[in-house]
């Protein structure tokens, strides 16, 4: 398979978020019609998608750029678009350009997980904190398997000194997926963080007492205890 098929294969479910052409309608073999402007169009527009994606894997970011804002000028609704713009913008820290790109992107395809998350990093990006924590905590809620918005919602939350907050999303994520290390580390990032001394006990306790029989683990609780001072309990 050529550059471009493989491409065309990896990046296809966002390249279909550019809802702007109209289907075309299918001609039979026996009207013997040739294919119509809008599939010609349509054909026209993902080639070029393609060859945008190419040069902004490549580092052409100017090329890239030129040709998404060229797609969007013919389809107004190519979010996809958008929403690289967005990335290629942040990458040469105009971030207040990647906003706008990654706003209108969002708005346009509000069910995007993509769209959403790269418009709370946008946000998080350009000093809009609160707003961040508020955006990727309505995708956490939406998407409740995509273990990544977790961890970005309590990094947001956290920065914003939103603890509360950050202790709701790791609690959400535990429900989720359950109690194991990866859980172990999100909670110890959190009550590290926010100084929750008996929280961060609690946590440890309850992660030696799942893996009593992991020595690594039950000499990490003992070294806990001892660097913060629970060691004659």
Do not use: H
């Not at 030696?208 to 990490?220: A, D, H, P, R």
């Amino acid at each position: 398979m050529s550059l471009k098929g493989i491409l065309f294969c990896a990046f296809l479910p966002l390249l279909f978020a550019c809802g702007g052409v109209k289907k075309a309608q299918k001609s039979t073999a026996e009207e013997g019609l040739p294919v119509d402007l809008a599939e010609m169009q349509s054909r026209k527009l993902k080639s070029l998608y393609i060859d945008a994606k190419s040069a902004q894997i490549a580092g052409r970011k100017e090329e890239a750029t030129r040709i998404y804002k060229k797609i969007i000028a013919t389809d107004a609704s190519c979010y996809a678009c958008m929403y690289e713009l967005s990335k290629l913008s942040a990458e040469c820290r105009n971030l207040q350009e990647a906003l706008s790109w990654s706003e209108k992107a969002k708005i346009g395809d509000p069910k995007n997980v993509f769209f959403g998350e790269q418009y709370a990093q946008s946000l998080f990006q350009s000093g809009k904190t609160e707003m961040a924590v508020e955006q990727i905590t309505k995708l956490v809620r939406e998407f409740k398997t995509v273990r990544e918005l977790y961890q970005k919602a309590i990094f947001y939350s956290i920065s914003n000194k939103n603890y509360d907050n950050a202790k709701t999303i790791a609690n959400e994520y535990d429900a989720q997926f359950g109690y194991g290390y990866r859980t172990f580390k999100l909670y110890d990032y959190v009550f590290k963080t926010a100084k929750d001394t008996l929280a961060l006990k609690d946590n440890y306790k309850k992660y030696s007492t799942k893996y009593k029989e992991n020595q690594k683990v039950q000499i990490e609780y003992a070294e806990f205890l001892i660097n913060y001072g629970f060691f004659q309990e």
